[in-house]
C-alpha cells in the first residue's frame, strides 16, 4: 500500500478513529512519528459539540424506540416504570402487574429486593470493575460458592447465557483437538435453546432461528441435532460420528436438562444416563445449558440434579445474578483445566458488581430456603393449573415442567382458535404477565421468591383470561 506522511495524515483527519487499524498500515519508517502526527491531526480540530441524553420528563418512549431502538423484539405495549418483589409498574397505569416472566426466568429475588439492592450499591462504593487482570475477591467467593453447591471444579466468568455456552463449545473442542479430534463434532437436540451468538445459534437446532444467518447454507461446522428424549436416535448418531473415518470425533453432547424455549419438555432419566454413557465411551464432554433451569428454578438448585446425572460442564446465567448480566462455564475433571491461560476471556466477565450480585441471590436463596419455596409454590401452581385444564379440556392440555418453571399446554385447532400468545393477550389485560414458550405452551416462571398469595392471585387471573378466551 502507497502510503506518505501527508496521505497518512489526510486519513487520519478524515477517520478520526480507528487508530489501531490504521497503525497496522503505517510502514515502519513512518511509525516513529506516529505520536507526533497524532497530536498535530487532533491539535487542528476542536472538539465536538454533543447532544445530551434527554433528562426524561418529557419523553415519548415509544416514538423513541421507533426511531432509534433495532426492531430485534415484537414488544408488548407496555413501558415498565419501576418494580417491588412480583409486581411491576407501568407508567400509565397505578395498577401493578403481577410479574410471572421475571425477565424470563431472570429476577430470582423478584424486583428491587432490598439485600440486592443494598450489596450493589455497596460494591459500587468500593470497586465496580476490575480487569481479570487482577484477583477479585468477590468472583473467587462465588465461584466457591458454585463449586460447593454443584459437581463443578471450577468457574468460568462472563456476561449471559449465550456467552457461557460459547466457552463451553470452545472448551469441547479444545479437549477434543488435545485428543487428536480434527472435526469434533457437538451433538444438540431439536428444539433447543442455547442463544444468539454464531455457535450458541447452531447448537440451537430450531431452523427459523438459523433462517438468514447461514454462509452458503452452513451455520458454524462440527454440529448436528437429533430430537430430544430420543435415546436410540442419539446412539445412532453417535455411533456414526464416532465410527467415521474421516477425523470426526464426538467433541460433546449438549443439553437443555429441561427445554426451556423449546416448549417446557423436562428431560428423562433414561435418556440422560444414556447421553452420559455415551459421552464416557467416546472420551467426550456432556455439556448441559442450565441458563433456564439452573440456579434454584427447578426445585434443585441445578436441573440436573432431577435427572440423576452429573455433567462435564454446565453453563449458568440468566438467574445467577438475579438480573444483574452474569454468566459462568461450570466444569468439572479434566475438563475444568482445559482451558489455560489465553485460550479465553471475557472483559466483564466475573467483574465485582456482577460477582456481588451473583453473591446476594446465593445467599438469599440459602438462608430464605428459596428451594423449599420454589417446591411449594410449585405444587400449588402445578394442581392449580392442572384445575383449570381439567375445567377448560378445549383449550388447555397438558401441565409440565419442574418447579417454577412450568407450562400449561394450549390445544393446537382448538375451537376459539387461540394460540399461547393470545392468551398470554388476555392475560396481561387481567394484570398478570406470563409468555409463550415454543409453538403452544403458556409458561410460568414468576420469581423464585413469589408467595403463596400471589401465586393464588395468577390462577384467578389466569382462570379470568381462559374464561374471556372461550366466550369469544
Ligand atoms: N440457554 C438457554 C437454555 C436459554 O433459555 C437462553 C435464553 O433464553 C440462553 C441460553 C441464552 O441466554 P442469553 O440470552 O443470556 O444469552
Not at 391 to 411: A, C, D, F, T
Request: some cysteine; overall charge negative; hydrophobic content about 40%.
Amino acid at each position: 500500500m502507497m502510503m506518505n506522511r501527508f496521505t497518512y495524515c489526510a486519513l487520519m483527519i478524515l477517520l478520526n478513529s480507528s487508530t489501531t487499524t490504521i497503525t497496522a498500515f503505517v510502514p515502519s519508517s513512518l511509525k516513529q512519528q506516529q505520536s507526533s502526527l497524532f497530536v498535530a491531526a487532533d491539535a487542528t480540530r476542536t472538539a465536538p459539540v454533543l447532544v445530551p441524553p434527554t433528562d426524561g420528563s418529557t419523553d415519548d418512549i415509544t416514538t423513541m424506540y421507533d426511531t432509534n431502538v433495532q426492531k430485534t423484539y415484537g414488544r408488548y405495549p407496555l413501558t415498565i416504570k419501576s418494580g417491588k418483589g412480583c409486581k411491576l409498574f407501568t407508567t400509565t397505569s397505578d395498577d401493578y402487574y403481577l410479574d410471572f416472566v421475571s425477565g424470563i426466568a431472570t429476577c430470582a429475588l423478584g424486583h428491587a429486593h432490598p439485600k440486592l439492592t443494598e450489596a450493589i450499591t455497596q460494591q459500587m462504593q468500593k470497586v465496580h470493575h476490575v480487569s481479570n487482570l487482577y484477583y477479585i475477591p468477590e468472583q473467587a467467593r462465588l465461584a466457591k460458592w458454585l463449586c460447593d453447591n454443584s459437581c463443578a471444579d471450577k468457574a468460568f466468568f462472563c456476561n449471559s447465557g449465550a456467552e457461557a455456552n460459547e466457552a463451553a463449545i470452545k472448551c469441547a473442542r479444545k479437549h477434543a483437538s488435545k485428543k487428536g479430534i480434527t472435526k469434533p463434532v457437538i451433538v444438540t437436540a431439536e428444539q433447543s435453546f442455547h442463544g444468539r451468538t454464531l455457535a450458541a445459534l447452531t447448537a440451537t437446532a430450531q431452523p427459523k432461528y438459523h433462517k438468514g444467518f447461514t454462509y452458503d447454507g452452513e451455520m458454524v461446522p462440527g454440529f448436528v441435532s437429533v430430537p430430544y428424549n430420543d435415546i436410540e436416535k442419539l446412539k445412532e448418531i453417535v455411533a456414526e460420528i464416532t465410527n467415521a473415518d474421516d477425523g470426526r470425533g464426538l467433541a460433546a453432547i449438549m443439553l437443555e436438562p429441561l427445554q426451556g424455549e423449546g416448549g417446557i419438555v423436562p428431560g428423562k432419566k433414561e435418556y440422560f444416563a444414556e447421553a452420559r454413557r455415551l459421552c464416557d465411551e467416546a472420551g467426550a464432554l456432556l455439556v448441559l445449558d442450565e441458563v433456564q433451569a439452573g440456579m434454584g428454578r427447578t426445585g434443585m438448585l441445578w436441573g440436573h440434579e432431577n435427572l440423576d446425572i452429573e455433567p462435564d460442564i454446565f453453563t449458568s446465567a440468566k438467574a445467577l445474578g438475579g438480573g444483574v448480566p452474569i454468566g459462568a462455564m461450570m466444569a468439572l475433571g479434566f475438563a475444568a483445566t482445559t482451558f489455560q491461560p489465553g485460550d479465553h476471556a471475557s472483559t466483564y466477565g466475573g467483574n465485582p458488581l456482577a460477582c456481588a450480585a451473583g453473591l446476594t441471590v446465593a445467599k438469599t436463596i440459602c438462608e430464605e430456603n428459596l428451594l423449599q419455596n420454589v417446591r411449594d409454590r410449585s405444587q400449588q401452581l402445578s394442581s392449580g393449573l392442572k384445575l383449570l385444564s381439567e375445567k377448560y379440556p378445549q383449550l388447555l392440555g397438558e401441565v409440565r415442567g419442574w418447579g417454577l418453571l412450568m407450562g400449561i399446554v394450549v390445544l393446537d385447532g382448538n375451537e376459539y382458535k387461540a394460540s399461547a400468545g393470545d392468551v398470554v393477550g388476555e392475560c396481561m389485560k387481567e394484570g398478570l404477565l406470563l409468555v409463550p414458550a415454543g409453538a403452544n405452551v403458556v409458561r410460568f416462571v414468576p420469581p423464585l421468591i413469589v408467595t403463596e398469595e400471589e401465586i393464588n392471585e395468577a390462577l384467578t387471573k389466569f382462570e379470568a383470561a381462559i374464561q374471556t378466551t372461550t366466550k369469544a
